[in-house]
């Protein structure tokens, strides 16, 4: 069965789909923007958000950036599709697809992204992750780390999208995206390792007013 590459593009960032457009079997996947996020949306109040963000923009953007991912949830579930590869426009790499066949389909599976540790706010211990990691494909321990970032990321079955899209749906209030999907442990999560994909450190941040960090193959920040 082939594999489905959607890349999640604003319009306002045409300069993003560039690096994707020429390729073969790359779909752009239309970007929800924040001016689309009405002031009266039930979702402002859903979306928490530290104090000094939350009558930003930038609260807006994570509101969008989540129905961008969501919307295209629904997409693969009503079209029932399988073997979908989500990127967004900032991922710098390629889908190796002549390695997809070892993916699992019972989860989801990084393909690029951060480590963190299981509470967020702590200081990860790299050692811990580090000396039960292997070249290829490996399983999230969220007892020892979190993956972070939904730069790029693997949905093997409609049904494991469904998953997704009930359990994040269902919650009484909403976070980022990545941080919902990473908390959530009735969704099974892999991680391929080196990352497929890394962040393009240039053009700045569609959601954050700037940005110093970016997840690189090893999944560190640069």
């Known amino acids: 069965m082939p594999i489905t590459k959607f890349v999640i593009n604003l319009d306002s ?54 129905v961008s991912h969501i919307n295209l949830w629904r997409h693969i579930i009503t079209n029932k599709l399988d073997k979908v590869v989500i ?16 993916l699992m389909d019972d989860g989801i599976t990084y393909l690029g992204g951060f480590f963190v540790a299981p509470q967020i706010t702590k200081k990860l211990h790299r050692g811990e992750v580090e000396k039960d990691l ?15 970032c939904c730069l790029a990321y693997y949905i093997p079955t409609w049904q494991v999208a469904m998953e997704m899209y ?8 909403y976070r980022a995206i990545d941080i919902m999907i990473a908390n959530e ?9 080196p990352a497929w994909f890394a962040e393009s450190t240039t053009g700045g941040s569609d959601i954050r007013e700037s940005q110093k960090k970016f997840a690189r193959s090893d999944y560190t920040f640069k």
């Open 134 to 148: 292997v070249c290829g494909l490996n399983l999230v321990d969220p007892s020892k780390f979190k993956v972070m």
């Open 166 to 173: 009930v359990t994040i749906m269902d919650k009484e209030r």
């Open 87 to 102: 990127l967004e426009d900032d991922a710098l790499g390629f889908v190796r697809e002549e390695h997809m066949e070892g």
């Open 13 to 66: 960032r045409p300069d993003r789909w560039q690096y994707w457009e020429g390729r073969k079997g790359y779909i752009r996947w239309r970007a929800t923007s924040r001016e689309e996020i009405s002031p009266e949306s039930h979702l402002i109040e859903k979306m928490i958000s530290y104090h000094n963000i939350r009558y930003t923009p930038q609260h807006k953007s994570k509101i969008a950036c989540m």
């Open 185 to 193: 442990e009735s969704i099974k999560k892999y991680f391929v390792y």
